[in-house]
């Protein structure tokens, strides 16, 4: 399985990037912040195609996995990203399960699955 799950949309970029949010609410996360980095690198006069970084979190899911383990707070908050490649708009994150193997912890793999779940459901509703 690919470590990094994305789909392509039809929709524009800041439709997409809309759709996240109201998808990621709707699944009982909420956004937390939206990084623009395009923006964030023009003000350095470095151009990139758009690219918008939503840092999502579940309060209930937090609380489970630093329960299970504090240092999983590095990989906190889940990340979802929406950007323009190749005349296309992907929405993309990073499987929680792959991130869950830096971990020698049963209980933290079958956590990530639920949280997968979860984030896969955001995108696909969002496209």
Known sequence: ???IYSVTTTKSFEEAVKSVGEQ???NGFRVLYV???Q???AEKNF??????ILEVCNAKFASNALEIDLVVSLLMPCKINVYSEEGKII???????????IFNKQELRSFAEDVEKVLISIIDQSK
């Open 91 to 101: 929405i993309s994150t990073i499987r929680p399960t792959s991130l869950a193997t």
């Open 39 to 41: 923006e964030t690198l």
């Open 24 to 26: 990621t609410e709707a």
């Open 35 to 37: 990084h623009d980095v």
């Open 1 to 3: 399985m690919e470590p």
């Open 47 to 52: 151009k990139i195609q758009p690219l918008k």
